[in-house]
């Protein structure tokens, strides 16, 4: 079944008609890897109408270049977090900051006009090995990248339901 025939889900409601990554988007998990979704606490695997693998689907030319692995497509937010299991070590928070902005300039043509990742979560896939946590944190923050470990929790998400509700507050005047 082509892309154009399935439900409009978070992930295909983000992509323009055209983007050849529709045909890409499963349902559920089904586009994570069995071994990554350990890194989804239980409770919150229902949370996900679609996935996307970003990693080798975006690879085309680009065998070198530093790459996200997943979108997933939060039905109750209505919006599109992205997820990457990486290794928790201080050598490492430049890479996934790198992954993270080369995602953003491979998934702008795809993406329709004003859509976005809400959350870019990295999980940590192991230990937490970082030295100076704050530090990281502080790093990760000004580059919008939420750590999690050792799961994505459903705090995590009440978190950003909570953020979502927020935006779509009219602001007051003063």
């Not at 559920?28 to 071994?35: Q, R, T, Y």
């Not at 919008?144 to 009440?158: S, T």
């Amino acid at each position: 079944m082509s892309g154009k025939n399935k439900t409009v889900t978070p992930i295909r409601g983000t992509l323009q008609s055209g983007s050849t990554l529709l045909a890409l988007v499963e349902e559920n998990l089904g586009a994570v890897k069995p071994i990554h979704r350990s890194y989804l606490a239980e409770s919150i695997k229902p949370a996900f109408a679609d996935s996307l693998e970003i990693d080798e689907n975006l690879k085309a030319g680009r065998d070198q270049v530093n790459r996200w692995d997943y979108l997933l497509g939060f039905a109750a937010g209505a919006c599109v977090v992205g997820l990457e299991p990486h290794s928790a070590k201080d050598d490492q928070v430049m890479t996934v900051i790198r992954k993270k902005q080369r995602a953003q300039e491979q998934l702008r043509p795809h993406f329709r006009d004003g859509a976005k990742v809400a959350e870019w979560y990295w999980v940590a896939s192991g230990k937490n090995r970082f030295l100076d946590t704050e530090r990281t944190r502080r790093l990760l923050d000004q580059n919008g990248i939420r750590f999690v470990c050792p799961q994505l929790a459903p705090k995590d998400l009440e978190k950003l339901e909570k953020q979502l509700r927020q935006n779509l507050q009219p602001r007051r005047r003063r």
